[in-house]
């Protein structure tokens, strides 16, 4: 698979060294010396890949790669960076302003290959989404939204046996994002097939084979495109390649890092809700995009088509499926006292612990205004008043520091729970009730859950 591949170093023996490597391999190699001409060429020539030093005079390869990161018309460019540094904190700065990958000097070139087949492949993805970006950037639609796009409030789900790894995993992660843990194979792969950002799998797990388990999310056609990011132990080569070549979008070796590990696990999340907000557009305009662009959250056009395939299944004798409408209590009276701006810093940070406090197969969505739903599938009304009250004593138990940290601001929620009855049952009925649960929830005196059960 041939690519066209940006080399970036201010010492031309570097660059003519991976010119002629990567030539021999048939790709398509451009060069640039320094971060300016970098920023340039990658903005004129479309590369695939950017092979970019670190240590560079003026503009290093830090800066370089965040301004790629943040310009709409470089975004979706991967970026890895080359450099003598193996130090952690250059590491996680590099993951930081969004690299890729982050390769050591001297460079070993099995590994650097097998990286650069993975990202091309990747590439190819996200260019077939490109011509519907590039009209609606001329819109001015896409670029405001997907710069928006959050990492955080993931689902996110961990495949491992290896108990003390995975709750290590799961405890760090679950900060800002939504991590269930699966030691079954099987049951991950059905868990992968419903409302997942990304999958964690440990490729050395004892009782069933890791890469395997990857191939088969590679195979199936609802989970093909889910991130992938693999833990390994950093000795183990073949097995370290072998998941590159299969198609997983990340490794992570062992001791693992917790900050490398929350910033590889953002940007694969972000990545993700970029490429299905513009997936979704190949077919429908860009007012029907599925993400919410100031939360992050799924939209309410989104969770009502959800929400309508698993009220159907209710209605058959499937599972039942709860629904939580929440209301920001006196949210007008924050905008009026604090403007606008800080009502959407109160939304963001709301959709946050919103997101943190559900299960990983909840659906999480913006209903409208400071309205918003959480679509619970397989829930009994009982078990889904219990995550609401978590989800308001979250809300109300610690104050949101808006406007730079200057303000501290106690929010709190109204919120109404309902949950399938019968076979009668409709996605209209089953949020009406919820709706008027938390007009009830408000009278009687805001900042409380109540249930409606008919």
Known sequence: MSARILVVDDIEANVRLLQAKLTAEYYDVLMAYDGPSALA???????????????????????????????????????????????????????????????????????????????????????????????????????????????????????????????????????????????????????????????????????????????????????????????????????????????????????????????????QIKRKRYTDFLRQNLDHSLELAVTDQLTGLHNRRYMEGQLGALAKRASMGGDPVAALMIDIDHFKKINDSFGHDVGDEVLREFAVRLASNVRAVDLPCRYGGEEFTVIMPDTQIEDAERIAERIRLHVAGSPFRVAGGSELLTVTISVGVAATIGVTDTPETLLKRADSAVYEAKHAGRNRVISKAA
């Open 41 to 267: 060429i990658a903005a004129a020539e479309q590369p695939d890949i950017v092979l970019l030093d670190v240590m560079m005079p003026g503009m290093d390869g830090f800066e370089v790669c965040r301004r790629l990161k943040e310009d709409p018309v470089t975004r979706h460019i991967p970026v890895v960076l080359v450099t003598a540094l193996d130090g952690r904190s250059d590491r996680i700065e590099g993951l930081e302003a969004g690299a890729d990958e982050f390769l050591t000097k001297p460079i070993d070139d099995v590994l650097l290959f097998a990286r650069v087949r993975s990202l091309t492949r990747l590439k190819l993805v996200i260019d077939e989404l490109r011509q519907r970006e590039e009209s609606g950037r001329r819109m001015g639609v896409i670029a405001g939204a997907a710069s928006r796009l959050g990492g955080t409030g993931g689902r996110i789900l961990i495949v491992d046996d290896n108990e003390r790894q995975s709750q290590r995993v799961a405890a760090e992660l679950g900060v800002d994002h939504r991590p269930v843990v699966e030691t079954d194979p099987e049951k991950a792969l059905a868990t992968a097939r419903g409302p997942v950002d990304i999958v964690i799998v440990n490729a050395a797990a004892r009782n069933f084979d890791g890469l395997r388990f990857c191939a088969n999310l590679r195979s199936d056609e609802v989970s093909r495109h889910l991130p992938v990011l693999v833990i390994v132990d950093p000795d183990d080569r073949p097995r370290l390649v072998k998941a590159l070549e299969i198609g997983v979008n990340d490794i992570l070796t062992r001791p693992i890092d917790p900050q490398e590990l929350s910033a590889r696990a953002r940007t």
